[in-house]
C-alpha cells in the first residue's frame, strides 16, 4: 500500500473521493489507493456477496455491500472492505459511508494481506457493532473468521479442506452474526486456479 505522503483531514479526503475515478482509503490523515485486483479476487467476493444475498432474501431488515461503499470510525479510517453486512438502522441514511457493520469481510491480496491481519483489523475493533471478521484467502481454500467474544475479546476460527481421511476443520464455513452457513467449495466456484 502506497501512502500520499501529505496528512490531509477527513473532510477533505471525502472532498476528494467523491471526485476522484480511483478509489483511495484513509487511515489517520494518510491516503491510501486501491490496487486493483485479480479475477480470482473479484469472483471470491462475488460469490460471497451472492451467498450472503441469497441467505438475506428480501425481507431483512440487513443489507450487504461490495466494495464500493466505505465504513467508517469516527476521523480515525474510512475503508473499502470486499463485502460487509449492517443490520442496523442508522446506516441507511448515508449512502456512501456506514458506520455499524455487524460482519466485514476481505479477499487477501499477497500485497496487503498482513495490513489486513493486522492493522486494519485492530482498527475494526473500534466497531462495537462489530461481530466477526473473515479473512478470505486467495491462493487456497481458507478461510479466516475472526469472531468477538462475550468478553469482548475475539476468537478465531479457520475453516479449510480437510485431508483424506476427513481431518476436523471440515469444508463447512458458518458465519454466525448472520446465521449463514455454507461449503467452502461456494466460494471457490468458477475460478480458473486455487
Not at 486493483?36 to 440487513?62: E, M, P, Q
Not at 466505505?70 to 475503508?79: E, G, L, M, Q, S
Not at 448515508?94 to 476481505?106: F, I, N, S
Request: charged share 30%; hydrophobic share 30%; glycine share 8%.
Amino acid at each position: 500500500m502506497i501512502a500520499v505522503p501529505n496528512y490531509i483531514s477527513t473532510d477533505e479526503y471525502l472532498t476528494l473521493e467523491r471526485q476522484s475515478p480511483i478509489r483511495h482509503e484513509y487511515r489517520r490523515g494518510l491516503v491510501y489507493a486501491m490496487a486493483g485486483g485479480t479475477d480470482n479476487h473479484d469472483r471470491i467476493a462475488f460469490n460471497l456477496l451472492k451467498l450472503i444475498d441469497n441467505h438475506l432474501g428480501n425481507a431483512s431488515d440487513c443489507r450487504f455491500y461490495s466494495g464500493n461503499v466505505k465504513v467508517n470510525y469516527r476521523d480515525n479510517f474510512y475503508y473499502y472492505p470486499d463485502a460487509f453486512v449492517t443490520c442496523d438502522p442508522r446506516d441507511r441514511g448515508d449512502r456512501y459511508v456506514k458506520r455499524y457493520p455487524k460482519l466485514v469481510a476481505e479477499v487477501l491480496s499477497s500485497s496487503t494481506q498482513d495490513f489486513d491481519r493486522d492493522e486494519k483489523f485492530a482498527d475494526y475493533q473500534q466497531l462495537d457493532s462489530l461481530e466477526e471478521y473473515v479473512l478470505i484467502a486467495q491462493d487456497s481454500q481458507r478461510v479466516e473468521c475472526r469472531r468477538r467474544t462475550k468478553g469482548n475479546g475475539w476468537e478465531t476460527v479457520v475453516y479449510q479442506l480437510g485431508d483424506a481421511q476427513g481431518a476436523p476443520g471440515g469444508d463447512r464455513v458458518v458465519l454466525t452474526s448472520i446465521g449463514l452457513d455454507f461449503d467452502l467449495s461456494e466460494l471457490y466456484r468458477g475460478l480458473d486456479s486455487v
